[in-house]
């Protein structure tokens, strides 16, 4: 037997493809693709009830985003929130019309988040269908079919994006179970918002609400109890008077200012310009009382604006978690919000006495916690709401949108405050009809900044 050894020259060769192969690898990873849908491309006649559509991919996906690309007539209508039932299956959940239609692509040259667990872009895939008039010439969903679905899709938002939904320990089956009748029953999608919202209203959240017919009906609207009383304070303060519709202002003997915003509204942000005014113009103020007792919240970058005048060095004054379903601890990572100087107002280095009370929620919390990293300031009153969601929407299909909260908000140490609110640096324990004849808070508020 004859045996020929490689040459060296050979053995380099050998090793050189090797190496080359192993280099390549990576790239010769497979693209994904779809492998079926229902209703698929070219479908006719497809029943204009069905409530999905599925997409099914031939690897293991990433639950991390994707792209249906598509608009207009041709595109259908989504409800809900698309939602993926396993790693390879992707759900569409939409209303469809009779005799109509439909047109879009899962990926396309300008949209590449549907991708494999290993980052690879799903090959774009197009569907186009049309739909007939339905089983048994029947083409439209009666109110209470409708219902049915609008039903399974608000359980689905509530178990999948809904942040708050474990703080009251509520037994959630029993509650669609008992108000299941009448809600599927509702005659127009105004009552079914009325039931629905009578049945959310056991999670005491104010940031729950839906919308139906042009009506919004909040779940939980037990209104809060000011420690004010807004009639009183004109003979209170010397030389108050409205600035704005949302801003007032006055000035005590000693040169002590009082500003009152009753809002964070992002309507109008010129009706914020008188605070600043009075900024620019009280530099040496010895004292400056900023009252938000009225105020439910609004845009927390105008709540940023004004926070920025007190400080001088970024500072990280809140931190919050997004609901996230398909992370292994049902949120995302924890995030921080960072307040930075406003270099662009006037700038205020005297006392501050930040007012706040029972109805203090959402972005005019945040704006407590905002003035809490400034040093120069201190919050005297009452603990606010704790009540804060950013809600987003989501289309139930029958006429009703429903607005769910979709993160915790959190103190900078990362406990949550929803429920609890935020507590003052001052405590002025107050009741109703302290406020009849004068301000326990406000007094409070000016033997601190008279020290």
């Known amino acids: 037997m004859n045996i020929t050894l490689p040459t060296a020259s050979s053995r380099i060769l050998v090793a050189f493809v090797v190496l080359s192969l192993c280099l390549v690898s990576p790239a010769l990873a497979v693209r994904p693709t ?24 031939d690897q293991d996906m990433s639950q991390r985003g994707h792209s249906i690309c598509g608009g207009g007539e041709t595109f259908p209508k989504l409800v809900g929130k698309s939602r993926w039932a396993n790693q390879r ?27 494999s667990k290993d980052g690879e872009s799903v090959v774009p895939y197009r569907i186009s ?22 039903i399974e899709i608000l359980r689905e938002m509530i178990d999948q994006q809904y942040s708050y939904r474990d703080r009251m320990g509520l037994d959630w089956d029993k509650l669609f179970a008992d108000h299941k009748k009448m809600l599927v029953d509702s005659t127009t999608p105004k009552r079914f918002a009325q039931i ?19 009506d919004r009906i909040g779940a939980y609207p037990v209104p809060g109890k000011p420690n004010a009383n807004a009639q009183l304070l004109p003979n209170l303060v010397p030389n108050y008077q409205q600035k704005s519709d949302i801003v007032y202002a006055g000035e005590f003997e000693d040169g002590i200012g009082y500003l009152r915003i009753d809002s964070w509204s992002p309507n109008d942000p010129r009706a914020y310009e008188a605070v600043y005014r009075y900024l620019g113009e009280h530099p040496d103020a010895p004292g400056i009382i900023i009252d938000v007792r009225f105020n439910g919240g609004g845009g927390e970058d105008l709540a940023q604006d004004l926070a920025g005048c007190f400080i001088s060095e970024p500072v990280v004054y ?49 704006f407590i916690l905002m003035m809490k990293q400034a040093s ?41 405050f929803e429920g609890e609110g935020i507590q003052p640096d001052i405590l002025i324990e107050t009741q109703p009809n302290d406020f009849q004849n004068a301000d326990p808070v406000l007094d409070a508020a000016l033997k601190h900044l008279r020290k």
């Not at 079926?36 to 997409?55: C, F, M, W, Y």
């Not at 009779?98 to 300008?110: K, V």
């Not at 999670?203 to 919308?211: P, Q, T």
């Not at 606010?384 to 993160?407: A, F, K």
């Open 376 to 416: 120069n300031a201190s919050i005297i009153g009452e603990p606010t709401r704790g009540s804060s969601g950013n809600p987003r929407s989501y289309d139930l299909g029958n006429g009703v949108t429903v607005y769910l909260p979709s993160w915790k908000a959190m103190r900078p140490d990362g406990t949550v």
């Open 89 to 115: 299956t992707f759900i569409m959940t939409v209303r469809l019309e009779p005799n109509h239609d439909y047109n879009f692509s899962i990926n396309c040259p300008s949209a590449q988040n549907f991708r």
């Open 318 to 366: 809140a931190k919050n978690v997004y609901r996230d379903p398909n992370s292994e601890t049902g949120y995302t990572d924890v995030l921080e919000r960072t307040l930075y100087p406003n270099t662009g107002r006037p700038h205020y280095d005297g006392k501050i006495a930040v007012l706040s009370g029972n109805v203090v929620m959402s972005s005019c919390e945040a």
């Open 196 to 214: 629905a919202g009578v049945m959310l209203a056991h999670a005491e959240d104010k940031h729950i609400w839906l919308d139906a017919e042009g």
């Open 34 to 57: 779809v492998v079926e849908a229902e209703p698929d491309n070219g479908a006719k006649d497809v029943d204009p009830t069905l409530r999905q559509i599925v997409i099914k991919f």
């Open 129 to 150: 269908f049309r739909t007939g008039v339905g089983e048994d010439g029947k083409s439209e969903l009666s109110q209470a079919e409708l219902n049915e679905g609008a």
